[in-house]
């Protein structure tokens, strides 16, 4: 109550003061009509506003003025000089009253009869005269009536009175502490120009920083030290009173989509969740249109009209979600519906008609990339323009306004079930921290927020640089990470790097893809001020802006967008498109890309394999070879890895002198070699596999880079190695809708194990690293038939994992099973005890797929008893 | 409000004594420079500041006419490389390039000449067109020519320099 009182006195002073000002230009001009609106306006909302805080006094003076200037505004009562003034004491009244409550907290005591009378016999057109400071007697007032002669004096007496009362508080509370409002409305010049300030003081502060660097004991360090605090607890402070809650920009929203659920005849709601995510005030008012426009777009060409949506076995009633939440130095806002979806078809069609992109190139598109094709200038799919939208402007300015302030923005659409924009936009466009770093002689910024660590390569133990072909990679953890050769990207210098060639690694993420940055050296990091690159450089994308460095030399900003998309690892950002924002959907589901190795082994069609799989690239020396009965080790590591030739001829000794390319699968203490002739590339691919004509050691052919290819089946192979994996049998038989499979497991080697052998074997799988993720999904409303979780997880252990899915929601009635390495007597009973509904072995698929099978007949069967009923 | 816009730092020591009284003929007054021996102006009224060598920050990808980036009392600066723009010859090794800041939409950009002249103030009457058969890329940016004693000058459009890329 207290907030609402502050702010409506806030407003309402506001208001008053414009209003005197207004009423005398009416005075000037009585037929302005738009004056006398905004006259009218302020009174009626003075009025309306009081009402609603139980103000009596103040609305009733504020009502009857405004029957006074509705009859005027009408032009059913010509505005007279008389009358001004009348409206002018109101107002002074008016004035009064809210100097009291400001003061007091509460309406003053007073009698505003004799006003309210004045008042009203003017609205009922009788003439009144007061001797108010601006009314010179009318030439057609000789004949005042009678009513009004009198009350003259009377409201002179009564004016003082309140005035008496509430005028003298006023004062003081101007300049006195009281009860005044805490909060003061500044001028938002006033607060970029505090901003542009302090990131210079900033910079200043850098260049001091600097120079105090090189000089030891000297007497300005600690002053310096305290100068430095000072600065960031400044530029904390002015950042603080430039963020807003995001709620501020959704306000208009509601209005907005009830008005167009009447245009449009439809039944829409918004949902409206983290509201109260804050961010920068610039960077909100330059996503209030996008945003806007596309809640717009939402409901107009989105979502369905009750008919349509009864139709297609909808609820009547669309729904337009609004979600934002933070991620690192991000804001990401979701506009969703749950509509018609964009048809892609239809996209398809008005690309090849305005030549946007032949036949052919559709063709060869995902789904997502034609999408994307409504970003484009002048491109709009709705068949009929609408007053609403359908002119062909938005989606493309909403995409550059966007992308103008480092934003970006990506949709994901089913049709039939709706589509969701994602956007994704720094907190603030002012400060940030970044790294420095060097690339063939020339220093760069790597934005923190997107560097996840800093590896020193070279040729001690730690991690190395590997050549894939020509394809740097670093192996980190038993991942295998792309690498970026930053000074080839940028044409620093063109001949490729030799392995160990640099000396760190920046190892970034760009949604869900994390990729390494090959650099000479590192430097510090430093709270940059980021400015806008010229606008002829806006065409070069590697960078999001420059700045300044504390040493005074001009620095560039690398994007790390701008990387990944030049390097083609934004594929996925481009085509799936949400998959790489939201973390809820960062599942590695199997018709995402997937990196894989190509290679040469035996005859026919070259072979892939997944990259994530594989741990190590070896080329051996044939004398390192031993021959051990009838196969063929080696030394590796410490211990003997059985090498399995693919060729299919059996262990043959490659030929001394000669080298033999392994590729190196391993768990820990496991690990096998497989003898491949040759590697040739490395590539981004959507692995559909075809089982068709499969041949034991495969899971089937998929095209990659337009030729017929045969996928690795790991399993057999690993078997064949005589590690105790997974003993592969015949697949999973056929199920007419592919039964939708998550799997919770934090080592991606085992993920990526399962992913490919259950989809080949028939299910939907979607493979996500932590039961958080997982949860997350549930929220996000996505739907399985069954779970597979591991027990031992960091933060959030299997069990937790299954009491949290048991404590409620949609999936409380999910089977769940527990995959373990260890299946102790003890540890099945503490799994059944927490909710797991059977326990596998981690490694023996065929008890994997059994239990599969089993626990979604069980449900099918569950099923059919419940539905006749 | 003109006489400001031109200032003179103590680097630009090649700046000969000029007639700085910019007054109602300041919009036919240039500032000349030599790129690679061919003597140019810039209209005075864009000309922000005028700068010695300074260092320069290479930005890569850019296009081959913008020569990197530097920073002028705290404002970031790009840097136009008028030879390569003008299709001229190269610099030599160890040139030491000028830059004359102009502004354009808003932003700062530096002309890197070789040397940087007078501020001038020429008669409209007196310039000539380009020449039909001058060189295309010159003629593109090129407002017109005037005889200045023995050698011509070549007045520069700041706005379609800009045009690059």
Same mark, same amino acid.
Request: glycine share 10%; hydrophobic share 45%; with cysteine.
């Given at each position: 109550?207290?907030?609402?009182?502050?702010?409506?006195?806030?407003?309402?002073?506001?208001?008053?003061?414009?209003?005197?000002?207004?009423?005398?230009?009416?005075?000037?001009?009585?037929?302005?009509?738009?004056?006398?609106?905004?006259?009218?306006?302020?009174?009626?909302?003075?009025?309306?506003?009081?009402?609603?805080?139980?103000?009596?006094?103040?609305?009733?003076?504020?009502?009857?003025?405004?029957?006074?200037?509705?009859?005027?505004?009408?032009?059913?009562?010509?505005?007279?000089?008389?009358?001004?003034?009348?409206?002018?004491?109101?107002?002074?009244?008016?004035?009064?009253?809210?100097?009291?409550?400001?003061?007091?907290?509460?309406?003053?005591?007073?009698?505003?009869?004799?006003?309210?009378?004045?008042?009203?016999?003017?609205?009922?057109?009788?003439?009144?005269?007061?001797?108010?400071?601006?009314?010179?007697?009318?030439?057609?007032?000789?004949?005042?009536?009678?009513?009004?002669?009198?009350?003259?004096?009377?409201?002179?007496?009564?004016?003082?009175?309140?005035?008496?009362?509430?005028?003298?508080?006023?004062?003081?509370?101007?300049?006195?502490?009281?009860?005044?409002?805490?909060?003061?409305?500044?001028?938002?010049?006033?607060?970029?120009?505090?901003?542009?300030?302090?990131?210079?003081?900033?910079?200043?502060?850098?260049?001091?920083?600097?120079?105090?660097?090189?000089?030891?004991?000297?007497?300005?360090?600690?002053?310096?030290?305290?100068?430095?605090?000072?600065?960031?607890?400044?530029?904390?402070?002015?950042?603080?009173?430039?963020?807003?809650?995001?709620?501020?920009?959704?306000?208009?929203?509601?209005?907005?989509?009830?008005?167009?659920?009447?245009?449009?005849?439809?039944?829409?709601?918004?949902?409206?969740?983290?509201?109260?995510?804050?961010?920068?005030?610039?960077?909100?008012?330059?996503?209030?249109?996008?945003?806007?426009?596309?809640?717009?777009?939402?409901?107009?060409?989105?979502?369905?009209?009750?008919?349509?949506?009864?139709?297609?076995?909808?609820?009547?009633?669309?729904?337009?979600?609004?979600?934002?939440?933070?991620?690192?130095?991000?804001?990401?806002?979701?506009?969703?519906?749950?509509?018609?979806?964009?048809?892609?078809?239809?996209?398809?069609?008005?690309?090849?008609?305005?030549?946007?992109?032949?036949?052919?190139?559709?063709?060869?598109?995902?789904?997502?990339?034609?999408?994307?094709?409504?970003?484009?200038?002048?491109?709009?799919?709705?068949?009929?323009?609408?007053?609403?939208?359908?002119?062909?402007?938005?989606?493309?300015?909403?995409?550059?306004?966007?992308?103008?302030?480092?934003?970006?923005?990506?949709?994901?659409?089913?049709?039939?079930?709706?589509?969701?924009?994602?956007?994704?936009?720094?907190?603030?466009?002012?400060?940030?921290?970044?790294?420095?770093?060097?690339?063939?002689?020339?220093?760069?910024?790597?934005?923190?927020?997107?560097?996840?660590?800093?590896?020193?390569?070279?040729?001690?133990?730690?991690?190395?640089?590997?050549?894939?072909?020509?394809?740097?990679?670093?192996?980190?953890?038993?991942?295998?990470?792309?690498?970026?050769?930053?000074?080839?990207?940028?044409?620093?210098?063109?001949?490729?790097?030799?392995?160990?060639?640099?000396?760190?690694?920046?190892?970034?993420?760009?949604?869900?893809?994390?990729?390494?940055?090959?650099?000479?050296?590192?430097?510090?990091?430093?709270?940059?001020?980021?400015?806008?690159?010229?606008?002829?450089?806006?065409?070069?994308?590697?960078?999001?802006?420059?700045?300044?460095?504390?040493?005074?030399?001009?620095?560039?900003?690398?994007?790390?967008?701008?990387?990944?998309?030049?390097?083609?690892?934004?594929?996925?950002?481009?085509?799936?498109?949400?998959?790489?924002?939201?973390?809820?959907?960062?599942?590695?589901?199997?018709?995402?890309?997937?990196?894989?190795?190509?290679?040469?082994?035996?005859?026919?069609?070259?072979?892939?394999?997944?990259?994530?799989?594989?741990?190590?690239?070896?080329?051996?020396?044939?004398?390192?070879?031993?021959?051990?009965?009838?196969?063929?080790?080696?030394?590796?590591?410490?211990?003997?890895?059985?090498?399995?030739?693919?060729?299919?001829?059996?262990?043959?000794?490659?030929?001394?002198?000669?080298?033999?390319?392994?590729?190196?699968?391993?768990?820990?203490?496991?690990?096998?070699?497989?003898?491949?002739?040759?590697?040739?590339?490395?590539?981004?691919?959507?692995?559909?596999?075809?089982?068709?004509?499969?041949?034991?050691?495969?899971?089937?052919?998929?095209?990659?880079?337009?030729?017929?290819?045969?996928?690795?089946?790991?399993?057999?192979?690993?078997?064949?190695?005589?590690?105790?994996?997974?003993?592969?049998?015949?697949?999973?038989?056929?199920?007419?809708?592919?039964?939708?499979?998550?799997?919770?497991?934090?080592?991606?080697?085992?993920?990526?194990?399962?992913?490919?052998?259950?989809?080949?074997?028939?299910?939907?799988?979607?493979?996500?690293?932590?039961?958080?993720?997982?949860?997350?999904?549930?929220?996000?409303?996505?739907?399985?038939?069954?779970?597979?979780?591991?027990?031992?997880?960091?933060?959030?252990?299997?069990?937790?994992?299954?009491?949290?899915?048991?404590?409620?929601?949609?999936?409380?009635?999910?089977?769940?099973?527990?995959?373990?390495?260890?299946?102790?007597?003890?540890?099945?009973?503490?799994?059944?005890?927490?909710?797991?509904?059977?326990?596998?072995?981690?490694?023996?698929?065929?008890?994997?797929?059994?239990?599969?099978?089993?626990?979604?007949?069980?449900?099918?069967?569950?099923?059919?008893?419940?539905?006749?009923? | 409000?003109?006489?400001?816009?031109?200032?003179?730092?103590?680097?630009?020591?090649?700046?000969?004594?000029?007639?700085?009284?910019?007054?109602?003929?300041?919009?036919?007054?240039?500032?000349?420079?030599?790129?690679?021996?061919?003597?140019? !102006?810039?209209?005075? *009224?864009?000309? $922000?500041? @005028?700068?010695?060598?300074?260092?320069?920050? /290479?930005?890569? #990808? =850019? &296009?081959?006419?913008?020569? !990197?980036?530097?920073? *002028?009392?705290? $404002?970031? @600066?790009?840097?136009?490389?008028?030879?390569? /723009?003008?299709? #001229? =010859? &190269?610099?030599?090794?160890?040139?030491?390039?000028?830059?004359?800041?102009?502004?354009?939409?808003?932003?700062?950009?530096?002309?890197?000449?070789?040397?940087?002249?007078?501020?001038?103030?020429?008669?409209?009457?007196?310039?000539?067109?380009?020449?039909?058969?001058?060189?295309?890329?010159?003629?593109?940016?090129?407002?017109?020519?005037?005889?200045?004693?023995?050698?011509?000058?070549?007045?520069?459009?700041?706005?379609?320099?800009?045009?690059?890329?």
């Amino acid at each position: 109550m207290d907030d609402l009182l502050a702010d409506f006195l806030t407003e309402t002073n506001e208001g008053l003061q414009s209003l005197d000002g207004a009423l005398l230009s009416l005075e000037r001009n009585p037929d302005d009509p738009a004056v006398l609106a905004e006259v009218f306006r302020t009174i009626h909302t003075i009025k309306g506003t009081c009402g609603f805080l139980g103000l009596p006094r103040l609305e009733k003076v504020a009502h009857a003025a405004e029957n006074v200037l509705g009859r005027w505004r009408e032009g059913s009562l010509p505005v007279t000089a008389a009358g001004i003034s009348l409206i002018l004491r109101a107002v002074d009244r008016i004035k009064a009253i809210v100097a009291g409550l400001e003061s007091a907290g509460a309406e003053p005591a007073g009698d505003d009869a004799e006003m309210i009378a004045l008042l009203d016999a003017a609205f009922r057109g009788e003439e009144v005269a007061v001797d108010g400071p601006a009314a010179p007697p009318q030439a057609e007032a000789p004949a005042p009536v009678a009513a009004v002669a009198e009350p003259e004096p009377a409201p002179a007496a009564a004016a003082p009175q309140p005035a008496a009362a509430a005028q003298p508080p006023a004062q003081p509370t101007e300049a006195g502490p009281g009860n005044a409002p805490q909060t003061i409305r500044v001028a938002v010049d006033v607060l970029e120009d505090l901003m542009v300030l302090v990131s210079e003081l900033v910079l200043t502060r850098n260049q001091l920083m600097q120079l105090a660097r090189t000089e030891t004991n000297s007497a300005f360090s600690v002053p310096l030290q305290r100068l430095s605090q000072i600065t960031s607890d400044l530029q904390d402070g002015v950042m603080k009173t430039r963020m807003q809650p995001i709620g501020s920009a959704w306000q208009k929203l509601p209005r907005l989509v009830r008005d167009l659920s009447h245009d449009l005849g439809k039944k829409i709601i918004l949902e409206q969740h983290g509201a109260e995510t804050e961010l920068d005030r610039q960077v909100m008012e330059l996503i209030k249109d996008p945003l806007t426009h596309m809640v717009r777009n939402s409901a107009d060409h989105g979502l369905e009209g009750p008919e349509e949506r009864r139709a297609a076995g909808k609820p009547e009633t669309g729904r337009i979600t609004l979600n934002a939440y933070h991620e690192g130095g991000h804001i990401v806002m979701e506009i969703g519906d749950d509509g018609r979806g964009l048809s892609t078809a239809r996209i398809s069609e008005k690309v090849i008609r305005q030549g946007l992109a032949t036949e052919a190139e559709i063709a060869s598109m995902s789904e997502q990339e034609i999408h994307r094709f409504i970003f484009r200038p002048g491109f709009s799919t709705a068949a009929a323009i609408t007053s609403v939208s359908g002119r062909g402007v938005g989606m493309d300015v909403v995409k550059t306004n966007l992308e103008r302030i480092g934003g970006i923005v990506e949709l994901r659409s089913r049709e039939g079930r709706g589509t969701t924009f994602t956007i994704k936009i720094p907190l603030t466009l002012a400060i940030a921290a970044a790294l420095i770093v060097e690339s063939a002689g020339e220093r760069f910024a790597i934005p923190q927020n997107s560097v996840l660590e800093l590896v020193r390569v070279g040729d001690g133990d730690g991690p190395k640089i590997e050549m894939i072909k020509s394809t740097p990679v670093m192996r980190l953890r038993d991942r295998l990470l792309p690498l970026v050769n930053l000074s080839r990207l940028l044409a620093l210098q063109d001949q490729p790097v030799a392995a160990g060639g640099s000396s760190f690694v920046v190892v970034s993420q760009v949604g869900s893809q994390v990729f390494g940055i090959m650099v000479d050296r590192v430097f510090d990091t430093e709270e940059i001020v980021v400015k806008p690159v010229a606008p002829i450089l806006r065409d070069v994308t590697m960078f999001s802006g420059n700045t300044i460095l504390g040493d005074g030399s001009v620095i560039m900003i690398l994007d790390p967008n701008g990387i990944a998309r030049g390097t083609g690892l934004g594929v996925e950002t481009n085509g799936e498109a949400a998959a790489t924002l939201t973390a809820a959907t960062r599942s590695a589901e199997s018709r995402d890309h997937t990196a894989v190795l190509l290679f040469r082994a035996g005859e026919g069609a070259p072979k892939a394999v997944p990259l994530g799989l594989i741990a190590r690239l070896e080329d051996l020396p044939a004398e390192r070879i031993e021959q051990a009965g009838d196969s063929l080790v080696v030394q590796y590591r410490g211990s003997l890895m059985p090498l399995i030739p693919l060729s299919g001829y059996g262990a043959v000794m490659p030929a001394p002198g000669s080298k033999q390319a392994v590729l190196v699968f391993g768990d820990g203490a496991h690990s096998m070699g497989l003898m491949v002739d040759e590697i040739l590339d490395v590539m981004e691919t959507q692995l559909v596999i075809d089982g068709a004509g499969a041949r034991q050691g495969f899971l089937g052919s998929s095209v990659i880079a337009d030729k017929v290819t045969e996928v690795l089946d790991c399993a057999y192979w690993l078997h064949q190695g005589g590690a105790d994996w997974f003993s592969a049998t015949a697949k999973a038989k056929e199920v007419t809708r592919k039964p939708r499979v998550l799997l919770v497991e934090d080592s991606s080697f085992f993920r990526n194990l399962v992913v490919p052998a259950l989809s080949a074997a028939g299910y939907a799988i979607t493979g996500l690293p932590n039961p958080r993720e997982a949860l997350r999904l549930r929220e996000a409303g996505e739907m399985f038939d069954i779970i597979l979780s591991d027990i031992n997880m960091p933060e959030m252990d299997g069990l937790q994992f299954v009491r949290a899915i048991r404590d409620g929601g949609p999936w409380q009635e999910l089977p769940v099973i527990a995959l373990s390495a260890q299946a102790e007597p003890d540890d099945v009973e503490a799994g059944r005890e927490a909710g797991f509904t059977d326990y596998v072995a981690k490694y023996d698929r065929d008890a994997l797929i059994g239990a599969l099978t089993q626990a979604i007949e069980l449900q099918v069967f569950a099923r059919s008893i419940d539905s006749p009923v | 409000m003109q006489t400001d816009t031109l200032t003179r730092p103590s680097g630009a020591g090649n700046m000969a004594s000029g007639n700085l009284a910019l007054g109602a003929d300041a919009d036919h007054m240039v500032l000349t420079l030599t790129v690679a021996g061919q003597l140019c !102006g810039v209209p005075a *009224l864009a000309v $922000r500041d @005028v700068l010695g060598q300074q260092a320069i920050t /290479r930005i890569p #990808l =850019a &296009p081959p006419e913008v020569a !990197g980036s530097l920073n *002028l009392r705290g $404002r970031i @600066v790009t840097a136009i490389d008028l030879r390569r /723009r003008l299709h #001229l =010859a &190269p610099w030599e090794a160890g040139a030491k390039p000028m830059s004359v800041v102009v502004e354009h939409q808003g932003e700062l950009y530096s002309l890197l000449a070789d040397q940087v002249g007078e501020v001038l103030s020429l008669n409209p009457a007196e310039r000539a067109a380009n020449p039909p058969t001058l060189d295309a890329s010159w003629k593109e940016v090129s407002l017109g020519v005037h005889r200045l004693g023995e050698s011509l000058l070549v007045v520069l459009d700041v706005e379609r320099l800009m045009r690059i890329g």
